[in-house]
């Protein structure tokens, strides 16, 4: 099973509203990063955040990590059409010799103008 | 400037077949990686090498073998091309534990 699952698994919102979207994940991690991809292209890398911290930033993003919860969110702020795509978390835990990045579902958001 | 670049972008072939997708990084990072996304299952880890002659296996590397003779290229071979390998397969690159820079993406069809 996967490592990272996204919630919700879409969602639709207005043009300047606020994206909330969570990740939770079963073991113990290194890291947990967020991606984006537009549909039909690679992934994007959006924002890393290490075990160690609770809150990042970066411009209209904010993004948390509870790891009691052992979840993440990602909010994006005031929403734009652009930001319509494909939003997935990724964890990076250690293996025996060496680590894993395991990527979860996937949370697809719409943006209306 | 290319980064990261994957060959062919698109290939349909037919069950049996051996298929080989290309992967080339021009940044000299020393972690490759190979996913596969399919619908529902988001990304799923295939192989992933830590640097040249060093190889380990992902979540599903059942059908696939990998080899990395050169740190800029990591080619993926499917031995024996199954329908359920149809899929979008995406190559990155990038340090240990930080940051994957994705390639474009290699949509492998298998009739």
């Known amino acids: 099973s996967q490592q990272g699952e996204e919630d919700p698994q879409a969602l639709s919102i207005q043009e300047g509203e606020n994206a909330t979207m969570n990740c939770s994940y079963k073991?113990?991690?290194?890291?947990l990063q967020w991606y984006r991809q537009n549909s039909g292209r690679g992934l994007v890398h959006l924002i890393l955040?290490?075990?160690?911290?609770r809150e990042k930033h970066s411009g209209r993003l904010r993004v948390t990590l509870d790891t009691s919860k052992k979840s993440s969110s990602l909010l994006i702020t005031a929403s734009r059409a652009a930001d319509t795509a494909s939003y997935f978390c990724a964890t990076d835990a250690s293996t025996t010799g060496g680590f894993k990045t395991i990527f979860g579902a996937g949370t697809r958001l719409f943006v209306k103008a | 400037d290319a980064g990261i670049t994957q060959s062919p972008r698109y290939k349909i072939t037919e069950t049996g077949r051996q298929v080989t997708l290309m992967c080339h990084q021009t940044?000299?990072?020393?972690?490759m990686f190979w996913y596969r996304q399919d619908l529902g299952h988001g990304l799923r880890l295939i192989y992933y090498?830590?640097?040249?002659?060093?190889?380990d296996k992902g979540e599903v590397p059942d059908g696939y073998v990998v080899s990395r003779s050169k740190t800029e290229n990591f080619p993926l071979t499917l031995e024996s091309a199954t329908r359920s390998q149809t899929s979008v397969y995406f190559c990155?690159?990038?340090?240990?534990?930080?940051?994957?820079?994705f390639g474009p993406g290699t949509r492998l069809t298998v009739l």
């Open positions: 090498s830590a640097a040249a002659d060093i190889t």
């Open positions: 955040i290490r075990s160690n911290e």
């Open positions: 073991t113990s991690i290194n890291n």
């Open positions: 990155a690159t990038g340090a240990r534990e930080d940051t994957q820079y």
């Open positions: 940044w000299s990072h020393s972690y």
